[in-house]
């Protein structure tokens, strides 16, 4: 007899999210019984060729690097989605990085699995993202987010909260004029600037008392993150939601974490944030108010996990 397909379940997301069950709200629940989250894990075979086959791409350096000088590829990047937009009469289902792929294996609770829907991730996206900001940054009337990208997460925001002032900054110009036509498209609250977190101006932009998340933003930092670091603990925000992956977490002795950790160095991608962070609270210059791994991500990482802290 043939087992049965595991699913994630209610639980399944509360336990990934490091939250009690009965604190995940009723939209949430919704939306997981809308989406189909069945999955097939794959076997061991299964799971080392795949992890043989990344690592041979990490030693033949196959993947591109981040920092300061990927700049022009991102300006192409967002230059296509804003293209794209505006093709597809500003649906926002234009505005999906092309980074969240489908039809493909995710990592799940330290193994490799295969999905049914081919929008497992983007589905998984959805509901994190709709916990996630619910549980932190609905307490402030501002929210600014950092790395914004092609503005889908400000998109929601400005959905889910409509009272609330958003604004979005980025490095690259074409994001800040899709932000800015979301916002006259869409009669919403929200502003697009060009700011490059590599080189942050001296003088703040206004946002202490409100919030500052980034999302999948950080990672293109590396190891420059200082500036950026130093341009929030200046600001002082009410409180800054980071959601990216959190080298620190991970053990180089185990070989699911371990290809995660390769691919970070391959990359360049963010590492030594948190203990930068961990360094500052004990110096009583900032609170972390919760650091947790979520084990959830793509084929090559995990980018879901979160800090939550504030300036003191």
Not at 252 to 267: C, G, Q, S, T, W
Request: with cysteine; aromatic share 12%.
């Amino acid at each position: 007899m043939r087992e049965p397909t595991p699913t994630l379940t209610v639980e399944d997301f509360a336990q990934l999210f490091g939250v009690r069950t009965d604190t995940i709200s009723s939209t949430c629940r919704a939306l997981i019984t809308k989406h189909d989250f069945r999955y097939r894990l794959l076997s061991p075979k299964e799971q080392n060729t795949l992890i043989q086959t990344i690592n041979q791409k990490n030693d033949a350096h196959e993947f591109t690097r981040s920092g300061a000088s990927a700049k022009e590829r991102w300006q192409r990047g967002w230059e296509e989605n804003m293209r794209e937009f505006a093709a597809a009469g500003y649906r926002l289902a234009a505005l999906t990085p092309k980074y969240i792929r489908k039809n493909r294996p995710v990592r799940l609770n330290g193994a490799y699995v295969m999905p049914v829907d081919p929008h497992f991730e983007k589905n998984w996206r959805e509901i994190y993202r709709e916990w996630l900001f619910g549980t932190y940054l609905a307490d402030t009337s501002i929210i600014n987010e950092f790395g914004c990208g092609t503005g889908l997460d400000l998109a929601y925001l400005a959905k889910r909260f409509p009272e609330k002032e958003l604004h979005g900054f980025d490095w690259i110009t074409h994001s800040k004029t899709i932000i800015d036509l979301l916002a006259k498209k869409n009669n919403w609250n929200m502003q697009g600037r060009v700011f490059d977190m590599f080189s942050p101006p001296q003088n703040a932009f206004h946002i202490k008392d409100s919030a500052v998340f980034t999302f999948s933003a950080l990672e293109q930092l590396g190891r420059d993150f200082e500036p950026f670091l130093q341009y929030l603990l200046r600001a002082k925000p009410k409180r800054v939601v980071h959601i990216e992956h959190i080298q620190e977490l991970f053990d180089k002795h185990n070989p699911m974490d371990n290809v995660v950790l390769a691919f970070i160095e391959e990359r360049n991608y963010l590492r030594g944030y948190a203990t930068s962070l961990q360094n500052l609270e004990k110096k009583g210059v900032l609170q972390i108010e919760r650091m947790h791994r979520i084990p959830f991500g793509s084929l090559y990482i995990e980018g879901y996990s979160y800090i939550v802290w504030k300036p003191l």
